[in-house]
Nanobody, 121 residues
């Protein structure tokens, strides 16, 4: 089983930056992909970014050019670097990891507890 612990959320002004962290522990050898989802109030959870073990990345159109998903394999940690933040980026952000990350979530994976990101205008 994989456990995920997130950190780094908070309040930031529009145009600012934040970096979220997600540290994985447990059965990390089962992880082939990690990613980030977000859920805004009254909206469905949506995929933001993913990265595979082979370093293939994928981004939602709404964050392309502003967000990146680097990782540190030595620390079993993936990040979400968020630049040029907009009020519409306000949401709870969830880390996920699994054998595969699909648009609805992880296959044979786990979710983090979520971290709030609020962007003020």
């Amino acid at each position: 089983q994989v456990q995920l612990v997130e950190s780094g959320g908070g309040l930031v002004q529009a145009g600012g930056s934040l970096r979220l962290s997600c540290a994985a522990s447990g059965n990390i050898f089962s992880i082939n992909a990690m990613g980030w989802f977000r859920q805004a109030p009254g909206k469905q959870r949506e995929l933001v970014a993913t990265i595979t073990k082979g370093d293939t990345t994928n981004y939602a159109d709404s964050v392309k050019g502003r967000f990146t998903i680097p990782r540190d394999n030595a620390k079993n940690t993936v990040y979400l670097q968020m630049n040029s933040l907009k009020p519409e980026d306000t949401a709870v952000y969830y880390c996920t990891a699994g054998a595969q990350i699909l648009t609805w979530g992880p296959v044979r994976g786990a979710w983090g507890q979520g971290t709030q990101v609020t962007v003020s205008s």
